[in-house]
């Protein structure tokens, strides 16, 4: 069976502090692919980046890094000097072969950025 | 480009009654997939459509539950009868190819059913 979790429920920091989401995740399958999306106030789940399971090359755009990690089954999301407007729900994501690619989303971690 | 276009966006409606939901993905994506977001449950996959055609629709709770997709660029949810127990927002979402591709969601519709 394949399974997200995202044990942090709700994180709160301050304006320009970093933050790290966690996600944790289980499958038996060796090709897979590994999501995160942001679910801002307005409600509409907006795609933020994809890795598949043979690539565990960390990445970086702008102030958003992952670190993925087989080892530990983990793919990471830190946000750099974070801003008010990455206040959202941030869900981490799964899909692999032997679940015929369906999509499996984890619980999601509500961020709040107080400025 | 326009992105995945839902509508109504927001529904209320007594219990018993039919509920139509509607989405028109992004042209050229060939997967069209219907979720339902609840506080309880997250996020559930209902059914997913390849090329128009049903692929998966073991999330669909219960027989009241159907989905057509008559056309690359229309899909329907239906929800008859409905019970306040289907409150919830219902996402349409699509995608180039399968479930390794990103999904681009709709805004979504709110579903309240009194």
């Known amino acids: 069976a394949q399974k997200v979790t995202q044990a942090q429920t709700e994180i709160s920091v301050v304006e320009k502090e970093d933050v790290t989401l966690d996600c944790v995740y289980e499958t038996r399958d060796t090709t897979y692919y590994l999501f995160w999306y942001k679910q801002p106030p307005s409600g509409e789940l907006v795609f933020l980046i994809r890795?598949?399971?043979?690539?565990?090359q960390n990445e970086i755009s702008g102030r958003y890094s992952w670190n993925f990690q087989k080892s530990t089954s983990s793919f990471n999301f830190t946000i750099t000097a974070s801003q008010v407007v990455d206040s959202a729900v941030y869900f981490c994501a799964l899909s692999g072969n032997t679940g015929g690619f369906k999509t499996i989303f984890g619980a999601g971690t509500r961020l709040f950025v107080k400025a | 480009d326009a992105g995945v276009i839902q509508s109504p966006r927001h529904e209320v409606t007594e219990m018993g009654q039919e509920v139509t939901l509607r989405c028109k993905p992004i042209?050229?994506?060939?997967?069209l997939f219907w979720y339902r977001q609840t506080m309880m449950r997250g996020l559930e996959l209902l059914i997913y459509?390849?090329?128009?055609?049903?692929?998966?629709d073991s999330g669909m709770p219960e027989d009241r539950f159907s989905a057509k997709m008559p056309n690359a660029s229309f899909s329907t949810l239906k929800i008859q009868p409905s019970e306040p127990r289907d409150s919830a927002v219902y996402f349409c979402?699509?995608?180039?190819?399968?479930?390794?591709?990103?999904?681009?969601f709709g805004p979504g519709t709110r579903l309240t059913v009194t």
């Open positions: 890795r598949n399971s043979f690539d565990e």
């Open positions: 459509f390849n090329n128009n055609v049903p692929i998966d």
């Open positions: 042209s050229g994506h060939d997967y």
């Open positions: 979402a699509s995608s180039l190819w399968s479930g390794g591709a990103e999904q681009y």
